[in-house]
């Protein structure tokens, strides 16, 4: 066969798949013979480029497309973030667009909710007219009855920014289940946002900490680009530590496996601490120069302030002075100021961490003492303290270690665990020198810096995810508080509950711990729509409106395209029209806000959209009509000073500006350093909230973690009773990690089933043998509560033996190919107290007990 009597036949393959099934659309199509001219047309050729849409990066596609359909996809090679790769789910995306089992038309609800759904298609004009009259009829009595609910935002100027401000929805995120609670930490500690991730051309020691090296993400990126540099790193000698109860993908590609008890990161965070400033290798100017930690403590936590201004002690006049003033502050010694006795925050510090040894560390984290103090002796080794590299001219500190740390943060003491984290840096001066610890892609502080040192605990009413409450004052709006809040809002101090919801590419029942909680929570709904191109469990269950979205044919971004060292912007442009009755999301928000409307006017969904995607004269969108989707993206485009506009990423996809400049990639280049933001070694503010939540009457188990320096304490699932003896933990498996694509055949067949992963020793323990099908059987240390799921055990040597896991994709039902896959660990894990962060972010650990089905 002839290459191009192959394409054309792909394609008519392709084209006819779209008539093998239709979703609840109750009629078949029809397939009409192609005239002469169709014919030919159908032999054309060519290039699209776009981006991935089912992966977390949004990689640089070339798309092969024929006759007016795609029938391949290939890595764009100009694409900084994957270089013309693509990973299997980019690739695979295609049958994902083709998919039978789409939505296919609009559905509106036939029978009732919280059993499987019976829908019958509708027009668009009917579907957003019901949707459309729900939510004016409701906003208008209670804005805040209504909530809108992401799992992933692709476009936030459109979505977050745009919709959620002009109907006054309430944004509910997902980040509480992905990496929020580092978020968080980073936002308070060091003022950036994002976790934590190596200057990984210039580093010499990374502790990989729960990240799944060869076969996972990490911060904002996802599989193609942090493996690539790892192994370019690797080449230039990198050392990795991996920190890890499972070894996962690490392999050879890491030269250490601590197999840490799930959990107890914190622990071992401080251990370091510990250790390193027991053998004195701390850099004391950066800690001087660029933290809190010379400020002096009064006995009660707060700092000794003038006027207003926080006071040290200068070792060049031996008095106390305001930091400004200060020439040589000194962070050891006890003084007196006024009467009142002080401290430098790092004699606090040293104090607190004179019991975290590494012996101590071993009993609660499993890693042996000897382990810990020589990981401590290398850290500080490679750090290098005191040592400079020239780089494009600039003279600038060289500390080329740090953490790669992502999804292990959401555990009950995420937040502070990095905090911990973060301060093993502080300590080496590595946070945002050369080779040494990052946050963001480039020097960009962010206001949770300020706000979150600002935050205050109000009285009651709270909204629905408990913002500015006695119980989550930090607090990075949990789904699964918000279905403990719905379920009792009295506890709570929640005055309204919502009645309308709208989900955005989100799936709770099977994306988020509870779903026991979830499903009751959403029986409360009196009106849900999704907008979604499949039928999701959640919609099956609970929507009355499905608005079928497209996949990928679609326009879509702003997409930042950076790699972290170089800067280059993307956008998502349709590589063909939108399948079946699917329109694109952003076509889908334009139309509702114009039913509902919000679109017009100055506070519309329009202005709205000026300001958030930063248009300039003359391409602000006039504010009384309805534009086109790509018009507002050549609107964008222009602004960018990109003179072809829109069509300029239809021709090439990408805008790749260039190397990002030391200036702007280090704080430590900044003029003055950190734009002269103080990194907060000791968080004074966390011990105020603290107080103001006590004064409210909150109880200890929402204010004990607001300490102003990182404090172990027993973990909650640690007093469930002994029979309840493993960790059960969650991981993301790289071939569906943030997408919903069990069901795409080319991936089922790489990951098809779901399993327990168990050591073996504590497998035969249990008289179970590899392939066993077993319960799993979890237990709520607060409510005494027990859940369970039948799955297979499947027998793993690069497991904790106290430590079983499961992948986090599976438990779907509806779409027929991902029937009988296996169950979700989200089945097993709760939520609310005790398996949340102080920052309401959840945590994927509970103890169970397994035993032979």
Request: proline residues 6%; aromatic residues 10%.
């Amino acid at each position: 066969m002839k290459r191009r009597t192959f394409l054309k036949s792909s394609a008519a393959a392709a084209s006819g798949s779209l008539v093998a099934g239709s979703l609840m659309a109750g009629c078949l199509e029809t397939i009409v013979e192609a005239t002469i001219d169709e014919k030919q047309a159908a032999q054309k050729e060519e290039w699209v480029p776009t981006t991935c849409w089912i992966g977390k990066q949004d990689c640089g596609i070339l798309a092969r497309r024929v006759g007016g359909r795609v029938v391949k996809l290939e890595g764009h090679p100009a694409n900084p973030v994957n270089h013309g790769t693509l990973c299997p789910k980019g690739i695979a995306q295609i049958m994902a667009m083709y998919d039978t089992n789409r939505v296919k038309a609009p559905l509106i609800r036939t029978n009732e909710k919280g059993v499987p759904g019976e829908f019958r298609r509708a027009s668009w004009e009917e579907a957003l007219t019901l949707v459309a009259g729900k939510v004016k009829e409701t906003r208008a009595r209670d804005p805040h009855a209504v909530i809108w609910q992401k799992g992933r935002s692709k476009a936030k100027a459109f979505y977050d920014d745009a919709f959620a401000g002009a109907t006054g929805a309430t944004k509910l995120h997902h980040g509480a289940y992905c990496s929020d609670a580092g978020y968080r930490a980073c936002e308070y500690t060091v003022g950036l946002h994002g976790v934590l991730h190596p200057d990984f051309r210039h580093c010499r020691y990374l502790l990989s900490w729960g990240w799944n090296i060869t076969n996972a993400g990490g911060n904002k990126l996802c599989y193609l680009t942090w493996p690539r540099q790892l192994v370019d790193a690797r080449e230039r000698g990198l050392k990795v530590v991996a920190i890890d109860p499972r070894l996962r993908g690490a392999g050879r590609f890491a030269d250490e496996w601590l197999p840490i008890k799930p959990g107890t990161d914190l622990a071992l965070a401080m251990a370091l601490c510990h250790q390193l400033v027991k053998q004195g290798t701390i850099d004391q100017d950066y800690l001087k120069s660029f933290t809190n930690a010379p400020y002096l403590v009064k006995d009660d936590g707060t700092f000794l302030r003038m006027a207003g201004s926080e006071m040290v002690w200068d070792a060049a006049t031996g008095a106390a002075v305001v930091r400004a003033e200060a020439r040589d502050p000194v962070l050891s010694g006890e003084f007196t100021v006024d009467g009142q006795p002080v401290r430098p925050a790092f004699e606090v510090f040293t104090k607190h961490i004179a019991t975290y040894t590494p012996e101590w560390a071993e009993t609660v984290c499993g890693i042996p003492a000897a382990t810990i103090a020589h990981v401590a002796k290398e850290l500080g080794e490679n750090a290098m303290i005191g040592n400079k590299m020239l780089v494009e001219g600039l003279s600038l500190p060289y500390r080329p270690v740090a953490i790669m740390a992502y999804h292990m943060t959401q555990q009950e003491l995420g937040f502070q665990a990095v905090r911990a984290m973060l301060t093993v840096m502080m300590l080496l001066g590595a946070v945002e020198a050369v080779g040494g610890q990052r946050v963001d892609f480039s020097w960009k502080p962010n206001d949770n810096y300020d706000k979150l040192d600002q935050a205050t605990v109000k009285d009651g009413p709270y909204n629905i995810y408990l913002k500015e409450s006695k119980f989550f004052p930090i607090n990075s709006n949990n789904s699964g508080i918000v279905a403990k809040a719905m379920l009792d809002p009295a506890k709570y101090g929640v005055k309204s509950i919502p009645e309308v919801c709208i989900l955005h590419m989100t799936n709770p029942l099977i994306a988020y711990p509870s779903r026991k909680d979830i499903m009751e929570a959403y029986s409360k709904l009196k009106f849900v729509v999704a907008i979604d191109p499949w039928l999701s469990e959640t919609a099956d269950y609970f929507a009355d409106v499905v608005l079928p979205a497209a996949t990928m044919e679609k326009y879509e971004g702003p997409i930042s395209a950076t790699d972290q060292y170089v800067d280059a912007v993307t956008l998502r442009v349709p590589p063909m029209a939108p399948l079946y009755e699917s329109r694109g999301d952003i076509d889908i928000y334009l139309d509702l806000c114009e039913k509902i409307g919000v679109l017009l006017g100055p506070d519309g969904y329009l202005a709205l959209l000026n300001k958030s995607l930063k248009l300039k004269e003359p391409y602000l969108l006039p504010l009384d009509k309805k534009p086109e989707v790509r018009a507002i993206f050549d609107a964008w485009a222009k602004s960018q000073g990109i003179e072809e506009g829109v069509a300029f990423f239809e021709r090439n996809g990408v805008k790749v500006k260039g190397p990002v400049p030391a200036s702007k990639f280090y704080g430590i280049a900044q003029n003055p350093p950190f734009d002269g933001r103080i990194q907060r070694l000791y968080g004074e503010s966390l011990l105020r909230i603290q107080q103001e939540m006590k004064a409210k009457g909150a109880d200890e188990i929402y204010w004990r973690d607001y300490t102003p320096l990182p404090t172990w304490r027993p973990l909650t699932l640690d007093a469930s009773p002994a029979d309840y003896d493993l960790y059960l933990v969650s991981f993301k498996l790289i071939e569906f990690k943030q997408s919903r694509s069990a069901f795409i055949p080319i991936l089922n067949e790489l990951a098809p089933d779901q399993c327990l992963e168990i050591n073996p020793k504590a497998a035969s323990s249990r008289g179970i043998e590899d392939g066993d099908e077993v319960w799993v059987e979890s237990h709520n240390a607060i409510t005494g509560e027990t859940r369970k799921l039948k799955v297979v055990a499947s027998y793993r040597e690069s497991i904790r033996p106290d430590t079983v896991g499961m992948a986090h994709h599976y438990g779907m039902w509806v779409h027929p190919r991902a029937k009988g896959m296996g169950a979700s660990p989200n089945e097993l894990f709760f939520t609310g107290e005790g398996y949340v962060t102080n920052t309401a972010d959840q945590s994927f650990h509970v103890k169970v007990r397994v035993y032979k089905a």
